[in-house]
Nanobody
């Protein structure tokens, strides 16, 4: 599978951004699509995941109620809508596929290139 994230940029605290991840070459191992993020000097962390076929969603506690993951099966695109952004959301965001529901980078099948999100206070 190939993953290409886009849509990052600069936002003010309280603002919104929407990230997109174009997915191509899906295989039977790519049951879940996930968003991770990595802030400078920190480990990569799980943000949200969606089961591709059923659309079942999962979120990290830090973004629950603010971020929404979705997917468009017709265009093979995964989205991350980010509302009420905070400076601590500043990070490089990555989309990634996995065969199982995960909350750590272990088990990721494929990573896409990241997209930078910067939130100013």
């Amino acid at each position: 599978v190939q993953l290409q994230a886009s849509g990052g940029g600069l936002a003010q605290a309280g603002g919104s951004l929407r990230l997109s991840c174009a997915v191509s070459g899906l295989t039977t191992s790519d049951n879940f699509m996930n968003w991770f993020r990595q802030a400078a000097g920190k480990e990569r962390e799980f943000v949200a995941g969606i089961k591709w076929r059923e659309g079942i969603k999962r979120y990290a506690d830090s973004v629950k109620g603010r971020f929404t993951i979705s997917r468009d099966s017709a265009t093979n695109t995964v989205y991350l809508r980010m509302n009420s952004l905070k400076p601590e959301d500043t990070a490089v965001y990555y989309c990634a596929s996995s065969s199982e529901a995960i909350t750590t980078p272990v088990g990721i099948v494929s990573w896409g290139r990241g997209t930078q999100v910067t939130v100013s206070s």
